[in-house]
């Protein structure tokens, strides 16, 4: 069984091909999106629903749907009576999940924090992968065949959103150095030597 790798990345960067080039030359399952969907699966309620406590825009309701619930109602989770979500309860449920992907091994995790819930163990591998904003903005212009400017609108709301997802949810900074094993600046490191790069920590 393989390491399990968290990958944290500028959006825009090209650390999506990264990533699953790299899932794909190793043979590991690739997950992002899909975490969302079996989170929703866990705790009864819809992906839409856990998407936008994600991006941020559910933030300020969390503490307010928490103080009217018991910590036993917190533990219930999985439970089939339980059809909402705050941010307690995302947090463990989401926790479970990563803490389950790292004991299978052999997966490349995008986002969701993987890198502050798995921090302290030692069989995960945390990248991050990071651009400067003008070749950001000309890979995400020419992939999605929009103009430069609002390719730096996008890249800079979508940076604005995960930045306060990680504070909100784990109190800490996604660039912060001391989280990663390894951070790379896909302008300068093409992805043939990057993946290269990262098999070597596994």
Same mark, same amino acid.
């Given at each position: 069984? $393989?390491?399990?790798i968290?990958?944290?990345?500028?959006?825009?960067?090209g650390?999506i091909?990264?990533?699953?080039?790299?899932?794909? +030359?190793? $043979?590991?399952?690739?997950?992002?999106?899909?975490? &969302?969907?079996?989170? /929703?699966?866990?705790?009864?309620?819809?992906?839409?629903?856990?998407?936008?406590?994600?991006?941020?825009?559910?933030?300020? *309701?969390?503490?307010?749907?928490?103080?009217?619930?018991?910590?036993?109602?917190v @533990?219930?989770?999985?439970? #089939?009576?339980f $059809?909402? &979500?705050?941010?307690?309860s995302?947090?463990?449920? *989401?926790? $479970?999940?990563? #803490?389950?992907? /790292?004991?299978?091994?052999?997966?490349?995790?995008?986002?969701?924090?993987?890198?502050?819930? *798995?921090?302290?163990?030692?069989?995960? &591998?945390?990248?991050?992968?990071?651009?400067?904003? +003008?070749y950001?903005? @000309?890979?995400?212009?020419?992939? *999605?065949g929009?103009?430069?400017?609002?390719?730096?609108k996008?890249? #800079?709301? @979508?940076?604005?959103?995960?930045?306060?997802?990680? @504070? &909100?949810?784990?109190?800490?900074?996604?660039e912060? /150095?001391?989280?990663?094993?390894?951070?790379?600046?896909?302008?300068?490191?093409?992805?043939?030597?990057?993946?290269?790069?990262?098999?070597?920590?596994?």
């Amino acid at each position: 069984m $393989g390491k399990a790798i968290t990958i944290s990345r500028n959006y825009g960067c090209g650390g999506i091909e990264l990533a699953r080039s790299l899932a794909e +030359d190793l $043979g590991y399952e690739y997950i992002d999106k899909t975490l &969302v969907v079996e989170l /929703a699966r866990k705790m009864h309620t819809s992906e839409g629903e856990i998407s936008s406590y994600e991006d941020g825009t559910s933030i300020p *309701l969390f503490r307010f749907i928490s103080t009217f619930m018991t910590s036993a109602k917190v @533990k219930s989770i999985l439970s #089939d009576d339980f $059809g909402y &979500v705050d941010e307690d309860s995302y947090r463990l449920a *989401l926790e $479970g999940l990563m #803490d389950d992907l /790292a004991d299978r091994g052999d997966v490349v995790i995008v986002g969701r924090g993987g890198q502050c819930i *798995l921090h302290d163990r030692p069989d995960v &591998v945390h990248l991050r992968l990071i651009a400067p904003m +003008d070749y950001k903005k @000309k890979f995400l212009a020419s992939k *999605l065949g929009v103009p430069k400017e609002e390719a730096g609108k996008m890249i #800079d709301h @979508k940076e604005q959103e995960r930045r306060r997802y990680i @504070k &909100v949810m784990f109190d800490r900074d996604n660039e912060e /150095a001391s989280l990663y094993h390894i951070i790379m600046n896909l302008a300068l490191v093409d992805q043939d030597t990057a993946k290269e790069i990262i098999k070597k920590l596994l």
